[in-house]
């Protein structure tokens, strides 16, 4: 049986979610392997961890020094830049048309902030991400802004392709290589998507950790 741990983190350290504990996490799990939300590298190019320069970069690496670990790129090609600038723009601009939006924003931040990586793993968070979902789709309708309101159609579908690649790509290196036990760190904003998405991909001789039970 290969065991896989579903990790959920932020990508710049905030709080409680920082790097030594994250590195804690890894430790307590012991994967041989890591799945990690990167783009899927070429056979002629060499993955460097050190060059995505985020907090999990940063707990790999230290984990990396006391267990051997093969690392896994999953994911899919980063769009272009101006995806991400629009991407900026919506999420600036909601919290200053929503009051309801900044306020779920903020307790957000403040219970990762608190609690960390518990409260990633947890189903606390994945309702906050649902209902910043429903507060952003009032707010665009309120708003009758067509440009950003497209956007963020575009956005999601962007997501979902995104959690359907790492998702391929992970039950294709389960299928085809041999280890116990692996984690997958991905984007807290993916926990909902990425469950539910290991049981419609679900693999035999496979089994998944949701709820942290092997990391802490």
């Known amino acids: 049986m290969k065991f896989v741990s579903l990790i959920c983190t932020v990508h710049v350290e905030h709080g409680q979610a920082n790097d030594t504990e994250l590195h804690s996490l890894l430790e307590r799990a012991r994967p041989e392997v890591i799945f990690l939300e990167t783009p899927v590298m070429s056979e002629d190019d060499q993955f460097d961890i050190a060059t995505l320069e985020n907090l999990e970069s940063i707990a790999v690496t230290q984990y990396c020094k006391i267990k051997p670990v093969t690392l896994v790129p999953v994911d899919m090609a980063t769009p272009d830049e101006s995806f991400f600038i629009k991407a900026k723009a919506l999420f600036r601009d909601l919290p200053r048309r929503s009051h309801e939006y ?40 309120r708003m009758s802004n067509g440009p950003f309101s497209e956007f963020y159609e575009s956005w999601l579908k962007t997501k979902r392709l995104r ?54």
Request: charged share 25%; aromatic share 12%.
């Open 163 to 216: 959690e359907e690649e790492m998702m391929s790509n992970i039950v294709r290196y389960c299928r085809e290589n041999t280890f116990d036990t692996a984690a997958f760190l991905v984007g807290a904003a993916h926990r909902y998507s990425i469950i539910e998405l290991s049981k419609e991909y679900a693999l035999e001789g496979v089994q998944w950790d949701y709820s942290g039970n092997g990391a802490w």
């Open 102 to 141: 900044d306020h779920l924003m903020a307790e957000n931040n403040k219970n990762v902030k608190a609690s960390g990586f518990y409260y990633l793993n947890g189903d606390r968070h994945s309702e906050y991400q649902s209902a910043l979902h429903a507060e952003t789709l009032r707010t665009l309708k």
